[in-house]
């Protein structure tokens, strides 16, 4: 049974920061490459972060510079943390088991929502 657990989302003012969580279970993680999506209202799902089995990362143009995706084998979680926030950030942020080798997975947390507001 593969789980996937989102936390740390809440409430932030516009240039703040938070770090998002996702522990995984039921999965060999250090196997997986792992992402994060968020997708707000009446907007589609976007791949927002991502990063290998072996550390290499990838991030949409919107969070360069501002986002870090991370991983922890030893805790069986992935991060994201998110700098200088900004109200379009505000989305539900979803962890997303993606990759494992060549083969395409599609394990998904819950989600934790993150808002950027004043």
């Known amino acids: 049974q593969a789980q996937l657990v989102e936390s740390g989302g809440g409430l932030v003012q516009p240039g703040g920061s938070l770090r998002v969580s996702c522990a995984a279970s039921g999965i060999i993680f250090r196997l997986y490459a792992m992402g994060w999506y968020r997708q707000a209202p009446g907007k589609q799902r976007e791949l927002v972060a991502a990063i290998t089995s072996g550390g290499s990362t990838n991030y949409v143009d919107s969070v360069k510079g501002r986002f870090t995706i991370s991983r922890d084998n030893a805790k069986n979680t992935v991060y994201l943390q998110m700098n200088s926030l900004k109200p379009e950030d505000t989305a539900v942020y979803y962890c997303?088991?993606?990759?494992?080798?060549?083969?395409?997975?599609?394990?998904w947390g819950k989600g934790t929502l993150v808002t950027v507001s004043s």
């Open positions: 997303n088991a993606g990759w494992v080798g060549t083969q395409k997975i599609d394990y």
